[in-house]
């Protein structure tokens, strides 16, 4: 099946510096990328969009000049955790739905990344 | 808004007895549902979808949902629960048939009694 990777799986920062999450899709493009965050004990948000080739498109309350998301290839979304704080530290999980470049077949599930713990000091 | 409501945040059953999720969801239109599965430290897995075919849909590993409209429900069951089927639970929704962004419930955390 389709694999989604992310990179790194955790990662720990200090106060104020940014963190880069990779996220790739293995065999398969992806124009679309999502990227959600996961509290502890709680669900999964949608923060954005990844579209490759155009502006991600961020969720209501969502900070978009804070998480910043570049969807570089067909395979690659990148989202950068700016002027990290300790709130901001959370599960952060990206998905992509598979498909033909550039077109997307209804019904098609999305697969999961196994996800990337932030810690901020 | 278009939301999806997890009834049960804590499921306790033994081992080898029936399983039920419940899951409602909101919305003037049939979505696109999807029971995801999430192990301790690992990504979501998906268990099962429904896109407007069959109503009663089978999974892996033995669970299954039935999509009834009239009750606006999505119910996830499993005839005999397994010790690996301890997770965390989250069904979801979505607009165009899962190629778009998901709306998640808060979760349920199935745990099995030995």
Redesign the interface.
Same mark, same amino acid.
Not at chain 1, 104 to 110: D, I, T, Y
Not at chain 1, 112 to 115: D, I, M, N
Not at chain 2, 42 to 46: C, I, M, V
């Given at each position: 099946g389709a694999v989604v990777s992310q990179h790194p799986s955790r990662v720990i920062c200090k106060s104020g510096t940014s963190v880069k999450i990779e996220c790739r899709s293995l065999d398969f493009q992806a124009t $679309?990328m =999502?990227w959600?965050r996961q509290f502890p004990k709680?669900? *999964? /948000? %949608?923060m954005a969009?990844s579209n490759e080739g155009s502006k991600a498109t961020y969720?209501q309350g969502v900070e978009k000049d804070k998480f910043l998301i570049n969807h570089a290839s067909l395979t690659l979304s990148t989202l950068t955790v700016t002027s990290a704080h300790p709130e901001d530290s959370s599960f952060y999980?990206c998905?992509a739905?598979p !498909?033909l470049a550039g077109g997307? /077949?209804?019904?098609?599930?999305?697969f =999961?990344?196994? @996800?990337t713990r932030l810690t901020v000091l | 808004a278009q939301s999806v409501t997890q009834l049960d945040s804590h499921v306790s059953v033994s081992e080898g007895t029936p399983v039920l999720l419940r899951c409602n969801y909101s919305s003037s239109y049939s979505p696109?549902l999807?029971w995801?599965v999430q192990h301790p430290n690992? +990504? %979501?897995? *998906?268990l099962l979808?429904y $896109?407007s075919a069959a109503t009663l849909v089978k999974g892996i590993n033995g669970f299954e949902a039935e999509f009834k409209k009239s009750e606006t429900s999505f119910h996830l069951t499993k005839p005999s629960a397994h010790m690996s089927d301890a997770a965390e639970y =989250?069904c979801a929704r979505s607009w !165009? !048939? @899962?190629?778009? @962004? %998901? $709306? =998640? @419930?808060? +979760?349920t955390h199935l745990i099995i009694q030995p």
């Open positions: $679309t =999502f959600y709680k669900s *999964l /948000m %949608l969009t969720e999980i998905s739905p !498909g997307l /077949m209804p019904g098609n599930e999305q =999961f990344g196994p @996800g | 696109s999807f995801y690992k +990504g %979501l897995q *998906l979808k $896109t =989250f !165009g !048939g @899962g190629a778009d @962004g %998901l $709306t =998640f @419930g808060k +979760g």
